[in-house]
């Protein structure tokens, strides 16, 4: 089923008399690529030292999204080993990359009293250098990682809000913060106090002092 991906030469070379396939792990897409070509040659070496015999045996290593992926090259494309195996660490192997890069995305926060240009240059420049990251996952690190405040709740109102309107609802508050600490307005950042910053009310006179203090005068 899979000897039209070889090459002429690939498929023209015979499996050993006798020949069978190893038990190995099988790679559905959502594993390690690097350590599934390691681990199947592993395996094989167990019935073969011929990386003919390899490159034909691999695709009985894939299931799932990974084998329609393999069932979807170009016809006659792989001519030895090394070329499935590069071939198919450039498939899965950025896919890889692009989970560790949202992670570190997501590891993103806003610090308390962080004005929201600072905090938005840092996003900005750390969202720049990884550009692979899907817009909506980058959108959801974004509102994640706002400190709690106006913006994050219109946000959370209006979601999913396309890039542009995201950028306008964003500048439109930094022009806000700007223009509050223009005129001397003080900037409440989160839009909240914090309960030992909040003013006190003036301390009530509990009602068994109050009638002792009547008494005196009374007396």
């Not at 023209?12 to 599934?36: C, T, V, W």
């Not at 929201?116 to 959801?140: C, E, F, H, Q, T």
Request: aromatic share 10%; proline share 6%; charged share 25%.
């Amino acid at each position: 089923m899979t000897k039209m991906h070889f090459s002429d030469r690939l498929d023209s070379i015979a499996l050993p008399a006798g020949f069978k396939l190893p038990q190995f792990n099988l790679f559905d897409g959502n594993g390690n690529p690097f350590k599934h070509p390691k681990g199947f040659i592993a395996h094989m070496k167990i019935t073969s030292n011929n990386p003919d015999v390899y490159a034909k045996a691999f695709p009985n290593s894939l299931t799932s999204k990974a084998l329609d992926w393999y069932m979807e090259l170009p016809l006659k494309s792989l001519d030895s080993y090394q070329a499935t195996a590069d071939t198919f660490v450039a498939k899965f192997g950025t896919t890889i990359q692009s989970m560790q890069d949202e992670r570190i995305l997501m590891g993103i926060k806003q610090n308390l009293n962080e004005p929201l240009s600072s905090y938005y240059k840092r996003y900005n420049d750390l969202r720049l250098g990884i550009p692979a990251v899907d817009d909506k996952v980058a959108y959801m690190a974004f509102l994640n990682s706002l400190a709690y405040g106006k913006l994050k709740k219109g946000l959370l109102l209006k979601m999913p809000l396309s890039k542009d309107a995201l950028t306008r609802e964003i500048k439109q508050h930094i022009e806000l913060e700007d223009l509050k600490k223009s005129s001397g307005e003080g900037v409440d950042l989160r839009e909240t106090v914090l309960r030992k910053d909040r003013p006190r009310s003036p301390r009530k006179t509990p009602v068994w002092e109050r009638l002792q203090r009547d008494m005196g005068k009374t007396s």
